[in-house]
């Protein structure tokens, strides 16, 4: 029975590397399941066109240190930021400036021109100020603008905004930092609410469902794996244990052991 084991061994052990080679393999393929080319490519467009945003001192009177990026001389220039109605090309120091557009230059003959609507930002590097007309059919994002996380940001001011939670269904509170924010950042309670509560539609909500399904799926099918692979294993110790039972039953009763005991047999008569 031993050497019968020892040869089913090797068996069950490529068995169940097998089967953990397949867990490892499923359980990668749903943590890669969240493509972020699309969203690099896009991320890169908007700095692009924030870089080559005018620099706009606002129309309050104070006079805060800033840094913009000046795309035609490809370098970063300190000004004077009055506090209000500033745009994104807005920067606290001139590393941030430089770590955020080094390199951008002025739009080609076939590109789009940037926009040069940064006087009415309500705030300096914040997202604008939304307008419910703002995004008539299908421009509007409901995940861009409502379901993304709050982000504060690297840099260090402190003005109060509000972003809207898709999972409890309503705005809340957070402080921006200044720079490198998301469009989910609203001034104040009443255009969040107003711009994503109840607007949650099927496009918006497809994404969720179908990683879920994709989830279930994945689950399933590992799960008929190691059912298919356990029952081969137990296949494969009964059909060795049968083996080893006939065996057994061979040795000890052989032809000589019966012809011996009938030869004692016809003696005794």
Not at 166 to 172: F, I, L, P
Not at 214 to 242: D, E, Q, T
């Amino acid at each position: 029975m031993r050497q019968q084991l020892l040869r089913g061994a090797p068996l069950s052990s490529a068995l169940l590397a097998l089967l953990g080679a397949l867990l490892l393999a499923g359980a990668a393929w749903g943590l890669d399941d969240h493509p972020a080319s699309a969203s690099g490519a896009k991320e890169q467009a908007g700095l692009q066109d924030l870089c080559r945003s005018p620099k706009v001192v606002g129309r309050c009177r104070a006079s805060i240190p800033r840094w913009w990026y000046n795309v035609t001389a490809q370098a970063c220039h300190s000004f004077l930021y009055g506090g209000c109605g500033g745009n994104y090309n807005n920067f606290l120091t001139r590393k941030d400036c430089l770590k955020a557009c080094n390199g951008v230059k002025e739009n080609s003959a076939n590109e789009a021109p940037a926009r040069r609507d940064g006087a009415h930002e309500p705030s300096p590097s914040a997202p604008r100020k939304q307008n419910p007309e703002e995004f008539p059919g299908n421009d509007f994002d409901y995940e861009e603008y409502c379901t993304a996380k709050a982000v504060t940001g690297p840099c260090r001011a402190a003005f109060p905004r509000w972003y809207f939670d898709s999972e409890k269904n309503t705005c809340v509170h957070f402080i921006y930092g200044g720079c490198r924010g998301n469009k989910n950042s609203y001034m104040n309670l009443e255009d969040c609410m107003r711009k994503c509560f109840g607007k949650r539609t099927h496009k918006a909500s497809h994404p969720a469902m179908s990683h879920s399904t994709k989830a279930v799926a994945l689950a399933v099918l590992l799960a008929v794996m190691a059912a298919v692979l356990l029952g081969a294993m137990v296949i494969i110790f009964i059909k060795i244990a049968r083996k080893h039972r006939a065996s057994a039953f061979n040795t000890v009763w052989s032809p000589i052991d019966d012809k011996e005991y009938l030869v004692k047999s016809a003696y005794t008569l």
